[in-house]
């Protein structure tokens, strides 16, 4: 049964995760023969590159607006969907396509067209009278912004777990509530939020690694500029790999990515106690 | 190591047997071409000791006509697959046992895409090279050493130019072969400088000059001046440097070849303040033209005056406005040094790793120098590198207007040429990048021009330092 699978996961994942590793210690550029030469490429990341940290900031920034911003539009969606509607399926179904079409080219593009100089939105506000000379993707203070609005859009896959979490929560203690006279806002905070703890847990993990990995956004929206201020981290190693022929160092870029990753679950983790409520561990 | 190198080896002869053997059953027309084609063969390089290994295989299967595969590789448009296509499907009629399989592609991700194959082995066997990586693939020893092909004449190059011939050279080896020529120019368009009153620019403007021009058109016309990326890459601003008396790289490739900052300052002074005054999209607002495409932009819709451009762009985008007209690109003021280079348009190189050289050798040889493929290709790549076949193209009458006056411009503009700066160091795609970014942050005003050339300098020479 896991033959397949396990064939994969060693021949496409495995197997160049250790390679990576050994050309993340050479000066490997794709074309050369690679030469061991310690942890200079490490060394080079922290002490000698300034595009490094610009493109760090720019993921932290990104990761730090973008999750909570989705993962709190996510729940406000899938609270509306929860009720019963009609048509409510096409509405579930229409919130999601954006996390399905969202990280597309095809749709990087039209983002690009409507915040885009002489765009859809620079041309709405002008006709308000806002009167713009750069357009929003042409400005380093607002370029970011545009993108991190692109991800928040994509909060389907996040809703539909936190609308299927709001369906497992037993309707006896929202009949309770309601028999002891509760408002909306104390149900919500105190019976839907702490019976959430552990979906938001899990989305939030699985949001702030996703949020680090943007890249398609990035790549085709701005390309990572105006001035790299929407340079994501996946692509500088990416550039760094297959454009500046930087193999190695590019290898080593991606293993801090996956210790900074690391650190982040490993955090979230020992603190869910103190927040994360199971329903069966406690009592 | 030495386990690996020898695996290299026989995998590539362990394929070769089992297509011979595959083959032997289906053979038979593949004799009979191969007897017409074969007197062209010349005595290959059975004594030539360099390439023991490879030999006896390679002789063998030209010597037999066996059929090969030749992978092949390129960027460009539409118009150059179609061509390139036909020119390969005729090549294939004349030699039965030469078949192609090609993988055309855009410019963008071509590099991308070549260097992921180079790294894993399957680097097509002729690659379409461009000047700006030529060192990078040619110092990994990626590229097989043409010259061999060349003295034992598999490949003609008595009709190019010895100087644009030696582009292709790098530490002392053939890496490419150069097939078209092209240079800076300043493409515009006519109807917008009559509509602002401006006289049509001749070779012998200046800067100056350029700039008056922009700035009319921008108010008599409200159109942009010039629109194009002033930073796109290093080539304008090389042509800069070089009128400047310097050069934009050292001679050892390992920093900037010019000493003051004022080259890089009175460069991107000028752009700004042609932002400033309008007369030139900004970073913000190019980066929407250029989603446009060359075709619908404002210099062909007659939006704009002008646009430094390669010399075939007036010949390309003559489907869609057959009226723009180039000019070489203005001259510094009170400055005779000859700024502007014959540019090596694009190479062929064959992979170092190819099974097929010397039918690819021959291949290319006929691409270059034959009138029949030439006559399919009309030039679209750039000028043509053989004499004979540009004597030819234009007695054939078959020539656009664009094109014949591209190439009168060119044997024009071989009075302003300097000599050709040698190939672009590794680390090129580096430099532009941080050019751009140093450029960009005066366009967006967040840096003085001073600051910018300063960054620039160090980015550049740490780069530089790191690479060659």
Redesign the interface.
């Known amino acids: 049964m896991l033959t397949p699978w396990l064939f994969g996961f060693v021949l496409m994942w495995l197997i160049p995760m250790i390679i990576s590793i050994y050309y993340s210690l050479t000066d490997f550029n794709l074309l050369n023969t690679p030469s061991f030469i310690g942890l200079d490429n490490y060394v080079r990341a922290f002490t000698g590159d300034a595009t490094f940290w610009q493109a760090l900031k720019v993921t932290f920034i990104y990761v730090f607006f973008l999750v909570p911003l989705r993962l709190a539009f996510a729940l406000f969606v899938a609270m509306l969907l929860n009720k019963d509607h009609r048509g409510l399926g096409l509405y579930r179904t229409l919130y999601y396509i954006p996390s399905i079409i969202g990280g597309s080219i095809a749709v990087s593009i039209v983002w690009k067209q409507i915040f885009g100089n002489q765009g859809v939105a620079m041309t709405l506000l002008g006709a308000f009278g806002i009167e713009q000379k750069t357009s929003f993707l042409g400005n380093t203070h607002t370029a970011l912004g545009v993108i991190i609005l692109m991800g928040v859009w994509q909060f389907g896959s996040s809703m539909l777990i936190f609308l299927s979490a709001l369906k497992q929560i037993p309707g006896s203690l929202y009949e309770s509530a309601m028999v002891d006279g509760a408002k909306p806002w104390k149900v919500f905070t105190k019976i839907t939020l702490p019976m959430l703890t552990p979906t938001i847990f899990f989305n939030l993990i699985l949001q702030i690694v996703n949020g680090f990995r943007v890249f398609t956004e990035s790549y085709v929206i701005t390309d990572g500029g105006p001035l790299d201020s929407t340079l994501s981290y996946v692509l500088y190693m990416y550039r760094r790999a297959f454009t500046y022929f930087d193999m190695g160092y590019s290898c080593a870029l991606a293993w801090i990515l996956v210790a900074i990753i690391g650190v982040f679950t490993v955090v979230l983790f020992k603190t869910q106690g103190s927040w994360v409520h199971y329903e069966a561990g406690r009592e | ?1 030495k386990r690996h190198e020898k695996f290299k080896r026989i995998l590539p002869a362990a394929l070769a047997g089992v297509m011979v053997l595959s083959m032997a059953g289906c053979g038979s027309d593949g004799k009979t071409g191969d007897a017409a084609s074969g007197d062209a063969q010349p005595a290959a390089a059975g004594t030539d000791g360099t390439q023991a290994a490879d030999v006896p295989a390679d002789d063998q299967a030209s010597a037999d006509g066996e059929n090969v595969v030749i992978k092949m590789t390129w960027w460009g448009g539409q118009t150059r697959h179609d061509q390139t296509q036909a020119v390969c499907d005729l090549y294939t009629s004349l030699h039965p046992n030469v078949t192609f399989e090609l993988s055309p592609s855009g410019w963008d991700g071509y ?2 895409k070549l ?2 194959q ?2 894993s082995g399957s680097m097509p066997d002729i690659v379409q090279m461009d000047y700006l990586y030529l060192t ?2 040619a110092k ?3 590229l097989a050493d043409l010259q061999e092909f060349i003295d034992n004449g598999t490949i003609d190059v008595s009709g190019i130019d010895e100087n644009l011939l030696q582009t292709g050279s790098v530490d002392g080896k053939m890496a490419a072969m150069v097939l078209s020529t092209s240079l800076l120019n300043v493409g515009y368009n006519p109807a917008v400088l009559q509509e602002a009153g401006v006289e049509e620019p001749t070779s012998d403007w200046t800067w100056n000059d350029f700039v008056a021009m922009c700035e009319t058109i921008q108010s008599k016309t409200d159109k942009y001046g010039v629109s194009m990326d002033s930073v796109a890459d290093t080539n304008i601003f090389n042509y800069w440097v070089r009128q400047q008396g310097g050069s934009l790289f050292s001679d050892d490739n390992k920093s900037l070849g010019y000493e003051d900052d004022k080259v890089f300052v009175d460069f991107v002074t000028m752009w700004n303040d042609l932002m400033g005054k309008e007369a030139m999209p ?4 190019y ?2 033209i250029a ?1 446009l495409g060359q075709e619908a932009g404002p210099v062909v819709t007659g939006d704009a005056g002008a646009i430094i451009e390669w010399n075939n762009y007036a010949s390309k985008v003559s489907t869609v406005n057959d009226s723009i007209k180039m000019v070489t690109p203005p001259l510094a003021e009170g400055s005779d040094t000859k700024g502007l280079w014959m540019k090596p348009g694009m190479f062929f190189a064959i992979a170092e790793k190819s099974t097929v050289k010397q039918e690819a050798a021959e291949f290319i040889n006929w691409f270059i120098n034959s009138d029949e493929a030439n006559d399919i290709m009309m030039a679209e790549r750039g000028t043509p590198v053989s004499s004979a076949v540009r004597q030819h193209l234009i007695d054939s009458g078959n020539l656009g207007e664009q094109q014949i006056a591209m190439f009168e411009g060119v044997e024009a503009a071989a009075a302003l040429c300097g000599e050709t700066p040698a190939p672009d160091p ?2 090129i ?2 430099v532009n ?1 941080a050019f751009k ?1 140093a450029a ?2 005066v366009y ?1 005003g ?1 840096a003085s021009a001073e600051d910018a050339a300063a960054a620039f300098r160090e980015e550049a020479n ?1 780069i530089l330092a790191r690479n060659n």
């Open positions: 190591m590099f991308d260097s992921t180079t790294a990078t693939y990994n020893n990626s900004d970073p913000d607002e980066a929407q989603t590794a680390g795609s580096e990048e970014k960009n942050s967006y967040q740490a």
